[in-house]
């Protein structure tokens, strides 16, 4: 590979990096937002555990309350299985970009050597 055309890769090789550590950022960023949302809703069920062990709770009350809880544990199994998926796709990303970098080593040697036997050239010649 010539020098330009490795340089060009490298260039678009860079581009692909920076687009991964993007996407790995923007997963990062809904891992949080969605630890938030489980904080309040733990908060949420703390408060409905607590309204449950006080003793003057009618029945009716009680099965609203409980009502109230199926909900929000189905809210926290929505959101486990959405951080399943972000984790999964962190993973998938980190393959890549492992990759890549392993790709941009590759050709920074190939670029090193075209240099290095450029100027071996010319100091021969000159």
Known sequence: MGLVASQAR?????????????Q????TTRLMAAAAQTTGIAQEQSNLFSQLTQGDVSDSKK???NAQLGQLEAKMAKITSWNKQIELMQKNIETQHSAVQTEIESVQKVIDKNISMTFKYFNHNG
Do not use: A, G
């Open 63 to 65: 099965d609203q309350i």
């Open 10 to 22: 490298l260039l678009m090789l860079y581009d692909r990096k920076s687009t991964l550590e993007f």
């Open 24 to 27: 790995m950022q923007c997963l």
